[in-house]
C-alpha cells in the first residue's frame, strides 16, 4: 500500500511538473514571445547545428515568457527525433511554447495530426489541434492574463495556414478558408462582447504571409523595416483574412516566416505585417547571413508592443514600435 501511495505522489509530482504555466504578464506589466521560423532542421546535420545554438542562446539570453515556432521546423527523416532536438530545449527550460504548421514540415512520413498528437505530449506545449471541423491542425487561441488579477490581458490567435492550394488550375501556395476566417470572427466578436465591447489586444502567428505583404509591399517599399529582397510566397487567393482582423479590431501584429530572405515589418490599415527571421542553418537557401528570431514584448492593459529581430551571436536588428514607429507625424 505504502509503495502505491509512493507511487502515486511521484506520478502527481511528474504531471504538475509537465502541466504548462499560464500565460501571465510579468510583475513589470510586460510579457516576452521569441518567433524562431523555418528552422528546416535535419537530425545530424552539421549545417543545423547552428539552429540549434541559436535555440539555446537566445533562451539562456531572452528568457522569454512563450515561444513560438512558425512552422517548417523539420525537413528530414526521422521526424520524431528531429522534433525532440528543435523542441525539448525549450521544453526542459520550463518555458511554454506553441507550434504552428509549414508548409514542408509533415512531407517527411507524418501527417500533420499524427506530429500535433506527438507534439501535444511534451511539457509545457501550448499547442493544439483545435476544431476538427476547421481546415488543417492547429488553429487554436490563447490567452495572456494581467498579472495583478486573473482577467484576460490580451490574446494570440493561431493558425494553419495550410501548404498548396488543392484548386484545380491554381498553382502556388495555399490560403485561409472561409471556415477559418469565420471561426476567428466569432471567437473574436465572443470575447470582444465578454470585455464590453472592447477588443483585446491581440497578436496572430501562422506561417505563410497574407496576400497583403505583397500589396504593403508595393505601396509602402521604403518605409519597411527590415530586408525585403525576396518576392512574397503568399496564398494565391485572397479570403478575406485580413479584412476580418481589420474589422474584428483586436490583432495589431501578424507574424509568419516561409520567405527565409525576409524580415522585414510594415504597416497597413492599422495592423503591423511582419516576418520573423529565418532561424535554421544552410539545410535549405538563406541568404541573409546569420540566422536569428523576432522578439515580440506585449505591454499589459496597453494596446501596444515592441519587437526586434534578434541574431545569433547577440546582435539586435531594427527596432520598431507599435503604433508609433509608423504612425503619421
Known amino acids: 500500500m505504502r509503495c502505491l501511495s509512493i507511487i502515486f505522489f511521484l506520478s502527481c509530482a511528474f504531471l504538475m511538473q509537465a502541466q504548462p504555466k499560464a500565460l501571465r504578464f510579468n510583475e513589470n506589466g510586460d510579457f516576452k514571445i521569441v518567433q524562431f521560423t523555418d528552422v528546416h532542421y535535419k537530425k545530424l546535420s552539421k549545417e543545423s547545428a547552428v539552429a540549434l545554438e541559436l535555440i539555446n542562446e537566445v533562451l539562456e539570453t531572452e528568457k522569454p515568457d512563450l515561444v513560438v515556432f512558425t512552422g517548417d521546423v523539420i525537413w528530414a527523416k526521422p521526424v520524431k527525433e528531429g522534433l525532440d532536438d528543435v523542441f525539448d530545449p525549450v521544453a526542459k527550460r520550463g518555458i511554454p511554447w506553441a507550434y504552428v ?14 506530429i500535433m498528437d506527438y507534439v501535444v505530449q511534451k511539457p509545457h506545449c501550448l499547442a493544439r489541434a483545435g476544431d476538427k471541423s476547421l481546415k488543417g491542425v492547429g488553429n487554436y487561441i490563447l490567452e495572456v492574463r494581467n498579472n495583478g488579477n486573473d482577467s484576460i490581458g490580451g490574446l494570440l490567435y493561431f493558425f494553419d495556414s ?165 504612425e503619421k507625424k
Open 101 to 114: 504548421f509549414g508548409n514542408h514540415d509533415d512531407e517527411f512520413a507524418m501527417s500533420r495530426q499524427e
Open 162 to 326: 495550410g501548404a498548396y492550394s488543392q484548386v484545380k488550375g491554381i498553382k502556388g501556395y495555399d490560403w485561409f478558408d472561409y471556415g477559418q476566417i469565420d471561426w476567428y470572427r466569432a471567437e473574436s466578436a465572443a470575447y470582444t462582447k465578454e470585455n464590453k465591447g472592447k477588443p483585446y489586444p491581440a497578436l496572430a502567428f501562422f506561417h505563410i504571409p497574407l496576400a497583403e505583404y505583397p500589396i504593403m509591399k508595393a505601396a509602402k517599399y521604403d518605409e519597411l523595416i527590415g530586408s525585403k529582397d525576396e518576392k512574397e510566397c503568399n496564398g494565391v487567393l485572397n479570403t478575406g483574412m485580413f479584412s476580418a482582423m481589420r474589422q474584428a479590431g483586436d490583432v495589431m501584429g501578424t507574424f509568419v516566416g516561409h520567405d527565409h530572405d525576409n524580415d522585414y515589418i510594415g504597416e497597413y490599415h492599422g495592423i503591423y505585417l511582419a516576418y520573423g527571421r529565418y532561424s535554421g542553418g544552410k539545410t535549405v537557401y538563406n541568404n541573409l547571413g546569420k540566422n536569428g528570431c523576432r522578439v515580440i514584448e506585449l505591454k499589459e492593459g496597453q494596446r501596444e508592443f515592441s519587437t526586434y529581430i534578434r541574431l545569433l551571436g547577440g546582435d539586435i536588428l531594427y527596432p520598431v514600435k507599435y503604433p508609433e514607429t509608423f
